[in-house]
Each structure stands twice: as structure tokens, then as C-alpha cells.
């Protein structure tokens, strides 16, 4: 009888164990959300610094998070278009620069100040063929604002490839657009030009 009743403890102590790792195994977030938690994580940290850091401070402390975090080159790539393909690597080279100093920018100049914001990474994903797209929320005082990252695997690592705001327009989409009409009528140093001149305004603060 007690050695029944062992048996019956013993299993009951497997199942609860088991029980436990299944749902550690459930609750544990997508590998490709860790790389959104930690860049959110960065803009907390710079808007309850921002006055005390400056534009350049923010600038230089959300560089290696983002480079990290973003493929660049080939978001670059992207928004550029078809052109890309038949560009000198010269151009090449020096659209990859002005573009993501143009992004880290962009970061640091928007997340200016802190007044009690703060990001919702959601641990699942949505899958979009091989990509995987990270739901997060910026939560404000008076709203709350729905924010996408599609993120792709490069070299074993998920890196951002797009940004959705309001979960449905494509930053990149919006670029492309946007730097279609001087590709046009000056080529890849016009668009340098642009960009670097876009950066150089917003460094202003």
C-alpha cells in the first residue's frame, strides 16, 4: 500500500513538474521579440535622460541598439528600389551611411522627453511567410499608439526589416515613395544629399 501510494506521489510530482515546463515553454516570448524588448527598453532609458543627454548623447546611445537590432543594408535596399541594383558601389556605400544615420536620428530626435510613456512588447508573434512581425504599444497619457516591427533572420539573428505605425504603414513603403521622385531627377547623390541634409536638421534638436 505505501509503496502504491509512492508511486501515486511520484507520478502526481512528474505531472506538476512537466506541467511547469510546458507552460514556462508557452509563456517564453518568440526569439524574435527579445532585439524590439531591448531597443524599447533603450528609448525608455534616453527619454527619462533626454535633457541631460542631448540630441548627440541620445544619438550615440541608441547607435549600437539599433545597429544591432535593424538590417539596415537591406532595409536600405528596400527603399531605394529597383535602381539599387545598377548603382556604383560608391553609391552604394554612401546611401548605407546616410540611411542609418538617418534612422538612429530619427530615434533620437523623437524620443525627446519622458512623461511616464512606456512600451507593451506582446510576447507572441505574427508569422508572414519566414518573417516574423512583433507587436508593441506606446502607452501615453493621452493615447496609445500601435507599432509593428517586421523582423527577419540574418545570420541566425532576427533583425527589423519594416516598421508598421498604426499597424498598417510601412516605413519603408513611405521612403521609397518619398525618395522615388529624386532618384528620378538626380540620381543616388541627389538622395545622399537629401538624406545627410534631412539628418543634419534633425541633429539640430
Known sequence: MFKAWMRLVSAAVALLILAVAVSARAEAPDAAV???????DTLIDIMKNAKTLGIKGRYDKLKPVIMQSFDLPDMT?????????TMPAADREALLSAFERYTIANYAHDFDGYDGEKFVVAPTVTARGADRVVDTKLVTKDETYTIAYRMRQVGGAWKVIDVYYKSAISQLATRRSDYSATLASGGAPALIKKINALTEQLMKG
Open 34 to 40: 527579445p532585439p524590439i524588448q531591448t531597443l524599447c
Open 77 to 85: 535596399r528596400l527603399a531605394v528600389g529597383p535602381s539599387w541594383a
